[in-house]
């Protein structure tokens, strides 16, 4: 990557060509973060102009420092417009209340009481994935499991999950041109049609519960509802998803990581851990200062746009050893792939649990190989990042209905 310098205010930065929102490939990406994280913060004029950062420290520093780095601007570049997510584009001291909406419900106690039907669900799901003889693991398997898991977390319908995936990824391919609630239109509709059925039918769950919830003193208004219940439906699947393929990914490529985890299941958590380190799922995340502040040695003035990679973060030779490679004995715990500070997110546990079991039901099988290349298309929606799929294949010689792509 060539480096440009930028005039920015009365200093020149240095600047690249890092466009978030082009088709990159893998290789590309990680070669990207590895140009730009000698420099420090770096200085782009794509979408309306924003620093880039990507060492540990300065994206972990501006994480835990909301009151300088703001959310209330939205955390996408470019800027959202109309649009809002709940609680993530919002300071204290209302981000306090937006929140409670989500940790009321994702307790320990609650993922403790629902770990049973997480660990039957990652049996049948990684059971019929063999019987199969494989296929793409990300379409049976990944995204299978958090969107069942939805209707049991939150109460949509079953019809709700059925056209999740197909309407986020259609909203993704909007962001950059447009508002995120004109992006998000056929997915707020969706969400209206919950809250009305909810008021007709007061099923026993969660989303009947919010519909009298209270923020700062009032009643929640429907609008809030949405925004709540879309955070709830895109990111309770999104994230889940990606981890679990690049999970699969990198045990795929490696038998001797593989044969690890079969030897000693209960290391599933550290891989875990280090799978959500290297393959981390959401990977871009704005901010804009409140006032000049620098940024490791870097001034940066106020008002500027922010764009903290926590993916880059995350592989930093400087906070990890050869961090390009796969190991579980770093004790990856520390790592950003759910943020930092007041912004983290808060269902970790639910995504780390059901991150385990699916590790755990996959190591009482034989080996698995990749059975085509895995694909990757880029930042989802300029954000997320994971195999969009993922064929594998068992080397047991198991055959099933399926073919590799997995395809009946």
């Given amino acids: 990557m060539t480096e440009v310098r930028q005039e920015v205010g009365e200093r020149s930065a240095p600047a690249c060509p890092f466009d978030h929102h082009r088709a990159m490939s893998l290789e590309e990406i990680h070669g990207a973060y590895a140009t730009l994280r000698p420099g420090g913060p770096t200085y782009s004029s794509e979408h309306g102009g924003y620093w880039m950062v990507t060492r540990f420290e300065d994206v972990r520093g501006a994480l835990r420092d909301p009151a300088t780095f703001s959310s209330a601007g939205g955390h996408r570049i470019p800027a959202i417009g109309s649009g809002r997510s709940l609680p993530i584009d919002v300071d204290p001291p209302l981000h306090g209340d937006y929140r409670k909406l989500f940790t009321d419900r994702v307790t320990p106690q609650l ?225 950003l792939a759910f943020g930092f500070g007041i912004h983290q997110c808060p269902g970790a546990l639910l995504a780390r649990t059901e991150l385990r079991l699916l590790l755990e039901a996959l190591a009482s099988l034989p080996p698995w190989e990749p059975a085509g290349p895995a694909e990757f298309e880029g930042f989802m929606g300029g954000i997320h990042l994971g195999p969009r799929r993922l064929p594998l294949k068992f080397t047991d010689g198991s055959t099933g209905e399926r073919t590799a792509g997995g395809a009946r």
């Fill in 111 to 335: 993922v403790r009481a629902m770990t049973p039907f997480l660990r039957s669900l990652a049996d049948e799901l990684v059971g019929g994935f063999h019987a199969a003889g494989g296929g793409d693991f990300v379409h049976d398997v990944a995204l299978a499991m958090p969107l069942a898991v939805l209707p049991e977390l939150v109460g949509f319908s079953r019809e709700t999950v059925v056209n999740l995936r197909v309407l986020t990824e259609r909203s993704w391919e909007q962001v950059a041109e447009a508002s995120l609630d004109e992006a998000r239109g056929e997915l707020r509709q969706v969400m209206r049609d919950e809250i009305s059925r909810h008021r007709t039918n007061r099923p026993d769950d969660y989303l009947t519960e919010l519909l009298s919830a209270s923020i700062d003193g009032r009643l929640v208004t429907d609008d809030e509802l949405e925004r709540t219940l879309l955070t709830f439906a895109i990111a309770g699947h999104e994230t889940t998803a990606n981890a679990a393929a690049w999970l699969a990914y990198f045990l795929a490529r490696d038998g001797e990581l593989q044969e690890a985890l079969r030897a000693e299941p209960a290391l599933a958590g550290a891989y875990v851990e280090e799978g959500l380190r290297l393959g981390t799922p959401a990977q871009l995340f704005a901010r804009q200062t409140t006032t000049a502040t620098d940024i490791g040695q870097c001034p940066v003035p106020a008002g500027a746009r922010v764009l903290l990679s926590l993916g880059a973060a995350n592989r930093d030779e400087r906070q990890y050893a050869r961090p390009d490679e796969f190991n579980i004995a770093r004790g990856a715990r520390g790592h």
